[in-house]
C-alpha cells in the first residue's frame, strides 16, 4: 500500500476549496443550472482531476497514473446509470430544476463520506481474506495483490475479491436481461423514504430550499429533504457496483481508489444538468456499461493466475464507453 502526505493534502485542500466556492459563492442562492454553467463546472472538474492524476505520475509514477485513470473512467462510465435514475426521482417527485442542485450538493456530501467507509473497510477487509501461501504444479501462490510479480510465482486468492468478480460479472449480465421498467417505480416506497417517514413527519409540499421546518413546537421533514434521502440511498445502492469494480484496479491503494472515486462523483453532479435533457440519446450505452462491468469481473477472477495492467485496463473501458456512445448515434440516425 503506498501512501503520499503531499498528495493527500492537496487532494482535501482542492476539494473542500471547490465545495466552499460552490456553496458559499457561486450557488449561495438556488438557481436553475444552464448547460453552459453545467459545460463549465463539469470542464473545471475534469481538468481538476486531470491535474491530480499528472501529480500522481510525478510523485508516485505512471503505474499509479494508470491504476487513477482506470479507477477514475470506470467510476464515471459506471455513474451514468446514476443519473439515469436521478432523473427519474427528480421526475416522479415533480423537483424543479433550481432546487435540483441543492440536493445534488448535499447528496455528493453524503458521498463523501460513505464511499469513504466503503472503501477503506473494503480495503481491510480485502488485507484480511488472503488465502494462506501455497504451491501448486511448481508454482508458488505467494503474492498479494499490487506486489511485483516474480516467474514461477501467483498471486494468492483472495476470497473477498473473489466474490466480488462474481457479483460484477452477475451484475453486468443481469443489467443487460433485466426488464425492470424504472418510469414505474413508485419511489415514495424506495428505501431512503421509509426510512425518514420512521424518524420525522414528513410534509407534502415543497418550502422553498428549506429541509426542515418547524411547526407545533416540532421538527419537520420537507419533500425537498425526502427527495435527497431517496437520491443518497440510490447513490448508496449504486456504490455497490461501482466499489467493488475499482478493487480490482488498486485493492491495497485507498489514496487511489478514494481519491479518484471522489474526483469523478464531484464531475457527475455538474455532469448531470448537462445531460439530462440528452441522456435518452444513449440508448446503446447499457452494452457498454454491461461489459465494464462484467470485464471488470472476469479481471478480479483471473487474478491470481494472469494481471491485467492498469493501463491495458483502461484502454479497454474507455474502448467500451467509446463504441456504445457511437453505436447510440448511429442507432438514432
Do not use: C
Not at 494462506?132 to 486468492?157: D, N, W
Not at 418510469?183 to 426510512?195: C, H, Y
Not at 411547526?215 to 467493488?244: C, N, Q, W, Y
Amino acid at each position: 500500500m503506498s501512501f503520499n502526505p503531499w498528495l493527500l493534502a492537496i487532494f482535501v485542500v482542492v476539494i473542500f476549496t471547490m465545495l466552499l466556492i460552490d456553496l458559499g459563492l457561486v450557488n449561495k442562492k438556488s438557481h436553475q443550472i444552464s448547460n453552459k454553467e453545467a459545460l463549465r463546472w463539469t470542464l473545471i472538474w475534469i481538468g481538476l482531476s486531470m491535474g491530480f492524476s499528472a501529480l500522481v505520475w510525478w510523485q508516485m509514477g505512471f503505474a499509479k497514473f494508470a491504476e487513477y485513470q482506470s479507477a477514475y473512467w470506470i467510476e464515471e462510465a459506471l455513474s451514468v446509470d446514476n443519473m439515469f435514475v436521478f432523473i427519474l426521482v427528480f421526475k416522479f417527485f415533480k423537483l424543479e430544476g433550481k432546487l435540483q442542485h441543492r440536493v445534488l450538493f448535499w447528496g455528493i456530501i453524503g458521498a463523501l463520506i460513505f464511499r469513504g467507509i466503503f472503501i477503506f473497510f473494503g480495503i481491510g477487509l480485502i488485507k484480511l481474506t488472503y488465502f494462506p501461501a501455497f504451491e501448486l504444479f511448481g508454482y508458488q501462490f505467494s503474492l498479494e495483490q499490487g506486489a511485483h510479480a516474480l516467474p514461477g510465482y501467483f498471486f494468492r486468492p483472495n476470497l473477498i475479491l473473489t466474490i466480488f468478480g462474481a457479483f460484477l460479472v452477475y451484475a453486468g449480465i443481469k443489467s443487460l436481461v433485466d426488464s425492470e421498467d424504472d418510469d414505474q417505480k413508485d419511489f415514495n416506497k424506495s428505501l431512503g423514504a421509509r426510512i425518514l417517514r420512521k424518524v420525522f413527519p414528513v410534509t407534502k409540499n415543497y418550502h422553498d430550499d428549506r429541509f426542515f421546518i418547524k411547526r407545533g413546537g416540532k421538527h419537520i421533514a420537507t419533500k425537498l429533504f425526502l427527495v435527497l434521502m431517496v437520491i443518497e440511498t440510490t447513490d448508496l445502492i449504486f456504490a455497490i457496483d461501482s466499489i467493488p469494480a475499482i478493487f480490482a484496479i488498486a485493492p491495497n491503494d485507498p489514496l487511489i481508489l478514494y481519491t479518484s472515486n471522489i474526483f469523478a462523483v464531484l464531475g457527475l453532479r455538474s455532469m448531470y444538468f448537462l445531460l439530462a435533457n440528452s441522456i435518452h440519446m444513449f440508448s446503446k450505452l447499457k452494452y457498454g456499461l454491461a461489459f465494464i462491468l462484467s470485464f471488470i469481473g472476469l479481471k478480479m477472477l483471473v487474478a491470481p493466475f494472469y494481471h491485467i495492467e492498469a493501463s491495458v485496463s483502461l484502454m479497454i473501458v474507455l474502448g467500451a464507453l467509446v463504441l456504445s456512445v457511437l453505436a447510440s448515434v448511429l442507432a438514432r440516425r
